[in-house]
């Protein structure tokens, strides 16, 4: 949206491909080959939990689930620059 | 909070704002001009106006328009449906905030004889849907209506007030450009819209960066749209309310479809930066909290139908005090004393 169209395409396209690896980090627990791929409903849950009465959402309290999902969705964009485009 | 609450008061404080001899001498000056003492303290500036326009005109001239036009077509479509519903046809009708004029698609000749199409973004209205009502596009921005009073029959406004920043003066405006016996239908957007969405940020944002900014624009409630339309000197009022829950693959998805719509944000207070880390776990949020049975998420979008009559003689009024002839404590035998009307007659 800003001057540079480039620019602007290049990111949106980066961003456009995070659905996918999003998925792949599973947000519902799925019969895949390999053990629960459900990080990214892990982190969900644990922020649902301190939502709860009683609970407090500080900064950084489900810092673990976070980077297990963070580092689930960057395998997955590797996977993906290296197979396809 | 305490901010907004001192600027209702200070706003009641003129003597009953609503009389009417007084604001005709005064609107006789200029169209649209508000009476002095009332202009400063409502002049709220919530929203980029400029970057609002800066953002429909990019929608508008986006490759695929029609692909993010679900929403507004099938409000448009309802809007359209209302004003079927109305006994009446209008010779001269108003859109305001048209886009790209999804309530006159639906409309016929009979109807309404002609179609004004306001918007403040030209590049939707160089791209205005098919109708068969002769149009004419103004480019014009919802609070500074360029029309004389007493001027359309009919003023419709679909999803395009939750952007205005003075409201009651958008309201006031439209109220002026109405003939008497003129009628006021309108779409906005109500408090529950797209909560999943901003819950799902406010947490995602608190977790990842200790606090949380505003992302989703704020809305009017209800109770606030009934005594605002009273206030602009509506009569016979009706505020009706609609939910529209759209299902998407997931939050990013849910994101392009609103900045394709053209509803990105524009509130001066946004911030000008969404960190990756954060959309990552807002989406997570979003997923887990919100999911349906098959894996996609809803978002809600609650849309509020009002609809007001501007005063004229012929409109029903309450009867006079004292001038009932039956007693309510008679209701029981209110069949037979209606065939002794009747008889009588």
Redesign the interface.
Known sequence: ?SGNAAVWGRVRSR??A??ER??ACG??VRSTGRGSAC???A???C??A??APGGR??????AQE?EA??SC?LAAAKKTQKGGH | MLRLTRVWLLWRRPPAAGVPAKNLGLRKVASGVSPPGSASPRALNIFDRDLKRKQKNWAARQPEPRKFDYLKEEVGSRIADRVYDIARDFPLALDLGCGRGYIAQHLNKETVGKFFQADIAENALKNTLETEIPTVSVLADEEFLPFRENTFDLVVSSLSLHWVNDLPRALEQIHYVLKPDGVFLGAMFGGDTLYELRCSLQLAETEREGGFSPHVSPFTAVNDLGHLLGRAGFNTLTVDTDEIQVNYPGMFELMEDLQGMGESNCAWNRKALLHRNTMLAAAAVYGEMYRNEDGSVPATYQIYYMIGWKYHDSQARPAERGSATVSFGELGKINSLMSQEKKSQ
């Open positions: 949206m961003l456009r995070f659905p999003l998925s947000a519902e990080e990214a409903a982190y969900g849950r922020v649902q301190s939502t959402l500080r900064k950084d309290l489900c976070f999902l963070r969705f």
